[in-house]
Nanobody, 120 residues
Framework: QVQLVESGGGLVQPGGSLTLSCAAS????????MEWYRQAPGKERELVAS???????NYADSVKGRFTISRNNAKNTAYLQMNSLKPEDTAVYYC??????????????WGQGTQVTVSS
């Protein structure tokens, strides 16, 4: 089993910055893709950014140029640096990892989420 724990959320003013962390632990053989999703009240969960083991990245159009996803493979940790934050970025942010555990099973794993609130 793989566990993901997000941290770094909080309250920030519009135009501010925040960096989220996602630490994976457990019986991990390798992590393929790590992703950040977010879900605002009354809205569907949406993909914000993804990063593959190769380092290739993809972003939602709404965050391109403002957010940066990265990962530290040695620490099994992903990060989401968020700059120029807008009120519409307010949501619970979730980390997702596609990973292979020590028994050879591929699976998707989710963190518990961390709240990001952008408000004056």
């Amino acid at each position: 089993q793989v566990q993901l724990v997000e941290s770094g959320g909080g309250l920030v003013q519009p135009g501010g910055s925040l960096t989220l962390s996602c630490a994976a632990s457990g019986n991990i053989f390798e992590i393929n893709t790590m992703e950040w999703y977010r879900q605002a009240p009354g809205k569907e969960r949406e993909l914000v950014a993804s990063i593959r083991s190769s380092g290739s990245k993809n972003y939602a159009d709404s965050v391109k140029g403002r957010f940066t996803i990265s990962r530290n493979n040695a620490k099994n940790t992903a990060y989401l640096q968020m700059n120029s934050l807008k009120p519409e970025d307010t949501a619970v942010y979730y980390c997702k990892a596609n990973a292979v555990d020590g028994l050879g099973y591929w699976g998707d794993y989710w963190g518990q989420g961390t709240q990001v609130t952008v408000s004056s």
